[in-house]
């Protein structure tokens, strides 16, 4: 499990392309007690650290991780969110995420605000009813507050801090970024509307 409070940013060292699996070897920024076989989120997804030389951690990728995130669009230099896994008595700053990646968003619009900035993201139209206003969202694995929503789309609102210690300021209109939805928004929708369903049934 994840607080989608990221701890900084790694650098995608090379991409190794194999029989079915790809490794990405990521320099993060710190790796103090990380261990063969720990669970790192990576923009957000959930990965096992397979090898590991100083800051230079290695991670196994599958197709269908490559298809559903934007891992596949991973090149050497690019920056990628990191987050370590939660221990039992670490706080809690942001709220719990799996490190399992539900859909990407496409950002259409990224606006510098004096040291903040305004992004908004275009939802594919199947998981819009768990997007709410002021409900929380993990964009490449940070954990957000939603802004406006209208119709397919919603804003987000970057403070400096989250700027700074992730690689959301660096977004530009086009990019996909990875989205899970926060489970207990998901389980409500879910189940309200199984109740609607059942009430309308013969």
Excluded: W
Aim: hydrophobic residues 35%; proline residues 3%.
């Amino acid at each position: 499990m994840f607080t989608g409070i990221v701890q900084g940013c790694g650098t995608v060292a090379e991409v190794v392309e194999g029989d079915g699996i790809t490794t990405l070897r990521i320099d993060l920024p710190d790796t103090s007690g990380l261990v063969r076989g720990a669970s790192v989120a990576i923009n957000g997804t959930c990965l096992t650290a397979t090898d590991m030389e100083g800051l230079r951690v290695s991670f196994d990728v599958i197709p269908e991780t490559l298809e559903r995130t934007t891992l596949g669009q991973l090149a050497p230099g690019h920056n990628v969110n990191v987050e370590r896994s939660l221990k039992m008595g670490d706080e809690l700053g942001g709220h719990l995420l799996s490190g399992h990646i539900m859909f990407t968003a496409e950002v259409t619009q990224f606006q510098r605000n004096g040291d903040g900035a305004t992004c908004r993201l275009n939802v594919p139209k199947k998981f819009t009813k768990y997007v709410l206003e002021k409900g929380y969202i993990g964009v490449h694995g940070a954990s957000l507050t939603v802004g406006a929503v209208e119709g397919g789309s919603f804003d987000l609102h970057l403070i400096p801090e989250t700027l700074a210690l992730t690689n959301l300021g660096e977004l530009t209109e086009g990019d996909r970024v990875n989205i899970e939805i926060d489970t207990m928004t998901q389980t409500i929708v879910n189940t309200v509307e199984r109740m609607l369903t059942d009430e309308v049934k013969p």
